[in-house]
């Protein structure tokens, strides 16, 4: 079936970098583009950027700009998230998800299970 | 970047009641806008996009309605498995700003 597996928790130190992995697995990887959002404890989403698989091309929301990196490895079907310098305001967990299409709308399915990182001296 | 302000922020309900939530975006946003529900511990999960368009699966007592900066998820004959966080998303433009969350709970 049409999942996303991401890889487990992390516990970084402040201005430690973090490298999240998700897989995806039954549909056809290069047709799709991806996203990550993430979410902090007990607050709401929030969008951080996407690439797509089959031509790397990326946007990343201002916010994060000068310390993320989105990357899709099309032999392993899987894509990454790097998160630089992180500070405290970084602990949540982290979405993976996939940007499917529908009548001319594009929407966020599937999502992966989040990944917690926890950012802590 | 675009606002998507969602009231009520939480409301408590019965089974069976009828729901409304709204959403409302800082501009037009036509009728480029996303609903999720969301579990305790779980990934989100997309109920509606295109405003009004039901999600392959989901049952039929939730729709969706609006356009412009105004939109409305409805569920009507709420369930115990709908008690949950929802959220609109805006998917005219980048950033894909969400709402701040409505938390339906159990009366």
């Known amino acids: 079936q049409v999942q996303l597996v991401q890889s487990g928790a992390e516990v970084k130190k402040p201005g430690a970098s973090v490298k999240i992995s998700c897989k995806a697995s039954g549909f056809t990887f290069t047709d799709y583009g991806f996203t990550w959002v993430r979410q902090a404890p007990g607050q709401g989403l929030e969008w951080m950027g996407w690439t797509g698989a089959n031509n790397g091309d990326t946007n990343y929301a201002r916010k994060f700009q000068d310390r993320v990196t989105m990357t899709t490895d099309t032999s392993t079907t899987t894509l990454y998230l790097e998160l630089r310098s992180l500070t405290s305001g970084d602990t949540a967990v982290y979405f993976c998800?996939?940007?499917?299409w529908g009548s001319g709308h594009n929407y966020f399915d599937p999502w992966g299970q989040g990944t917690l990182v926890t950012v802590s001296s | 970047d675009i606002q998507m302000t969602q009231s009520p922020s939480s409301l408590s309900a019965f089974v069976g009641d009828r729901v409304t939530i709204t959403c409302r975006a800082s501009?037009?946003?036509?009728?480029?806008l996303s609903w999720y529900q969301q579990k305790p511990g779980k990934a989100p999960k997309v109920l509606i996009f295109?405003?009004?368009i039901l999600q392959s699966g989901v049952p039929s007592r939730f729709s969706g309605s609006g356009s412009g900066t105004d939109f409305t998820l409805t569920i009507n004959s709420l369930q115990r498995e709908d008690f949950a966080t929802y959220y609109c998303q805006q998917t005219y433009n980048t950033p894909r700003t969400f709402g701040q969350g409505t938390n339906v709970e159990i009366k």
């Open positions: 998800a996939r940007i499917a």
């Open positions: 501009q037009s946003v036509y009728t480029y």
């Open positions: 295109g405003a009004n």
